[in-house]
């Protein structure tokens, strides 16, 4: 089946009515294919063996819809995912609700139900239920997406923030920042824009394998928005202890430093799309880490710092290249591109 | 590299140790103040020795009436606001850019080039250029006047607070502040004006000036650099940012400034009225200068109340000291604009930490 090339969405594409109902069955069913969906029930039956399950939701909304390394579809499965995957589940299906702008082009939405797709089946995660809406004009930005998902809790994940003492380690499974520069010089227009590439990416398969193969984790987290400094500072919070981190052992990709330096962000503080921090015991360090770089989302992971004792206030520190120390504060708002 | 450090971090303790006294270093770039933050350099330094963050910043030094003024501009419905993105957060009497009903008529460009482009996208309205910074941006303000000049783009203004360093530096010394023994000098504005343009300050004022870039490891030996002085009773002037500056700067650049700026006295936050030490506009260019255009008069503002940055700028107290830090005062909620720019004292301090934190 083609589509015309200006086909674009109406209002009534939302309205419940015939137009809906194409929307559905000659767009979005032939990109998700999987027989849950395909039964068209007013919500999905899953069957699933005894044990707990983790539950999650997210919002996607991003400007620009495609941007190197992804879009707006592929963003919102690998997000759900994410957020599964580190709370030491395997992720078993999704929801996807769109909201379109009335205009929208087919041709574009094509594209995003595809990498949607595409990234489920890759992930062996089912598009189960979903619904979609459409808005007039100018109040969506395109389109919105929100996806939820479940996920089997593993019967060897036991995580929780209470578990971590001083002594345990840090890793991280690679570079840091490169969703967030590339969103952000692509949306400025710099010119070395090409050479970043977001890190969008479906996490659970290393997870999964490294609580499954280990038996030393104890806690996960995805560092998105806010970046590696949120990650850290709402670990130190929590857990009600300090970090201690190297600089010389956080792994940056150069492009997405110059870029950094040169519109004033501070790269930790920056959204990745395909990274989780891992606070493992001392001793099953070094095995999360061969586990992590054997697989082609971990190449670059690193053991980039420790939980140490906190002093009277639980502080994200940095030891620096030329070995000074300083803070690294929670991200606040939105940093502006500062002047020269 | 950390033999390096090493080397200077040693000479930095001996010397101190001989001088036997407080040593008070001033930078006088925001990209210091930020590098020598981010590097965690101060936790490293000898208990004697302070570092100031001067007058460097931009958004810093502006002084409040110049915020009041594009605060006015953005009220009328025939303006567009050019500004670079940190100045839409510093607070005038009343609110800021980002906070003013009037926000539809701000734009955030990322060059003094986007701003052009802004007033040749939109002929039917006034688009004024907030143009800030010292030697390293002016020379881009100069170049598009001079085009908006052969183009005739005559709905084009700029509202220059360029600012000149060297005369800050000499208003320091000569009123707000004797305490400081040294000054670790810009890399890229000396590459602009030259290293000889710091002749003054060591010659009249006996103080040494060692110019670095913003890489650590140069911040660290340049500050070595100055406790040798020091510490041997001398003022030299010297670079270590190697074939980049030279003594007498980038004459092509220079010749643009010149060209369509000329000093004249102003405002800077904190230090007051400052001869010859802003850019003004040129009368053969005044059609763009937005002074002219709306009929504005510069008068000194008032500083907000209980924000110290005036204080912080001069390098007489530092972030913590003042009542409001960390407090009423933080990068979200900023009542300075130190702590708005992420190149200000206060922003620094409060985001990497200072000496106390560790
Ligand atoms: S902490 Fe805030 S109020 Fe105090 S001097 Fe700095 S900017 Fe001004």
Known sequence: MTTDKNDRILLAHGGGGQLSDELIRRHILPKLENKTLTALGDSAKLDVDSGSLCFTTDSYVVKPLFFNGGDIGKLAVCGTINDLAVAGSRPLALSLSLIIEDGFEFELLDKILESIGQTARSNNVDIVTGDTKTVEAGAADGIFINTAGIGIRLAAAE?????????????????????????????????????????????????????????????????????????????????????????????????????????????????????????????????????????????????????????????????????????????????????? | MLDKIKKSQDILASTCEALGRQINIMEVCGTHTVSIFRSGIRSTLPEGLRLLSGPGCPVCVTDQSYIDIVLQLADRDDCIIATYGDMIRVPGKNGSLETKQTKANTKVVLSSEDALQLAKDNPGKNVVFVAVGFETTAPATAVVVKEAAVESIDN??????????????????????????????????????????????????????????????????????????????????????????????????????????????GYWRGLGKIEKSTLKLKESFSRFDAFKRFNIAEIPGEETSGCRCGEVLCGLIEPPDCSLFGKNCTPLKPIGPCMVSSEGACAAWFKYGGQERN
Do not use: W
């Open chain 2, 156 to 265: 084009f203004t700029i509202l220059s607070g360029h600012k000149l360093v060297v005369p800050a530096m000499k208003a320091l010394l000569s009123g707000k502040n004797h305490n400081i023994d040294a000054f670790l000098c810009p890399g890229h504005v000396s590459a602009i004006i030259g290293s000889g343009a710091f002749v003054p300050i060591v010659e009249d004022f006996k103080r040494p000036c060692v110019v670095a870039g913003f890489e650590p490891l140069q911040i660290i030996e340049a500050l070595a650099e100055i406790c040798r002085q020091l510490s041997a009773g001398i003022a030299e002037l010297k670079s270590l940012y190697g074939a980049v500056v030279t003594g007498q700067g980038n004459i092509v650049a220079q010749n643009i400034i010149d060209e369509c700026f000329e000093p004249a006295d």
């Open chain 1, 159 to 340: 995580l929780g923030v209470e578990k971590i003492s001083a002594g345990d380690k840090i890793i991280i499974n690679g570079t840091i920042g490169d969703h967030g520069m590339t969103i952000i010089s692509q949306r400025e227009g710099i010119k070395f824009q090409s050479r970043l590439k977001s890190d969008c990416a479906a996490l659970a398969g290393l997870t999964c394998e490294l609580l499954e193969k280990t038996s030393g984790i104890k806690f996960m987290r995805d560092p998105t928005r806010g970046g590696l400094a949120a990650t850290l500072n709402e670990i130190a919070r929590s857990g009600k202890k300090s970090i201690e981190i190297n600089e010389t052992d956080i792994p940056i990709d150069k492009t997405v430093q110059a870029a950094a330096d040169m519109l004033g962000f501070d790269v930790f503080a920056i959204a990745n799309e395909g990274k989780f921090v891992a606070v493992v015991s001392p001793e099953s360090a070094e095995d999360c880490l061969k586990i992590c770089r054997n697989h082609p989302l971990g190449k670059k992971a690193s053991i980039i710092g420790q939980i140490i004792q906190t002093k009277d206030f639980p502080l994200v520190e940095l030891i620096t290249r030329i070995g000074g120390r300083r803070i690294v504060q929670m991200p606040y708002g939105r940093e502006l591109p500062r002047i020269c």
